[in-house]
C-alpha cells in the first residue's frame, strides 16, 4: 500500500521560510514525477512545484518562482519545498503527490498525502 505523508508546515511571518518534507513508502518512485501541490479555502488547487523524472529542470508556478525549490532526496522516495521570502497569499493546505500526469491543462498525482496547512501571518 502506497503511504505518502508530507511534515513542515506551520505558522510562519511574512518574509520568513520554512521548509516541507515528503515521504513516499510503499514503492518504488525512481521513474515517476514528484510534485507539491496547495489549496487555499475558496480556490481550487494548484501544482506549486514538480520535479520530473528525466532529471530535467524543476517546473514552478508562477506565484512562487525564485522563492520556492523543490528539490528530491538522496533516497528517491523523499522530496522537499524550501519556501523563502513567504507570503500572507502562501496561506494554504500544501500537498504532495507522486506519479503525476498531465490533467486539464495542468497536472494531478495518483498517490496523494493528506496535506500540511502553511499560515503566512502578514
Known amino acids: 500500500q502506497v503511504q505518502v505523508v508530507e511534515s513542515g508546515g506551520g505558522l510562519v511571518q511574512a518574509g520568513g521560510s520554512m521548509r516541507l518534507s515528503c515521504v513516499a513508502s510503499?514503492?518504488?518512485?525512481?521513474?515517476?514525477?514528484l510534485g507539491w501541490f496547495r489549496q487555499s479555502p475558496g480556490k481550487e488547487r494548484e501544482i506549486v512545484a514538480r520535479?520530473?523524472?528525466?532529471?530535467?529542470?524543476?517546473v514552478y508556478a508562477d506565484s512562487v518562482k525564485g522563492r520556492f525549490t523543490i528539490s528530491r532526496g538522496s533516497a528517491k522516495n523523499t522530496v522537499y519545498l524550501q519556501m523563502n521570502s513567504l507570503k500572507p497569499e502562501d496561506t494554504a493546505v500544501y500537498y504532495c503527490?507522486?506519479?503525476?500526469?498531465?490533467?486539464?491543462?495542468?497536472?494531478?498525482?495518483?498517490?496523494w498525502g493528506k496535506g500540511t496547512l502553511v499560515t503566512v501571518s502578514s
Open positions: 503527490a507522486t506519479n503525476l500526469f498531465p490533467d486539464k491543462g495542468s497536472w494531478t498525482g495518483l498517490y
Open positions: 510503499g514503492r518504488a518512485f525512481d521513474n515517476y514525477d
Open positions: 520535479f520530473p523524472v528525466t532529471g530535467g529542470a524543476a
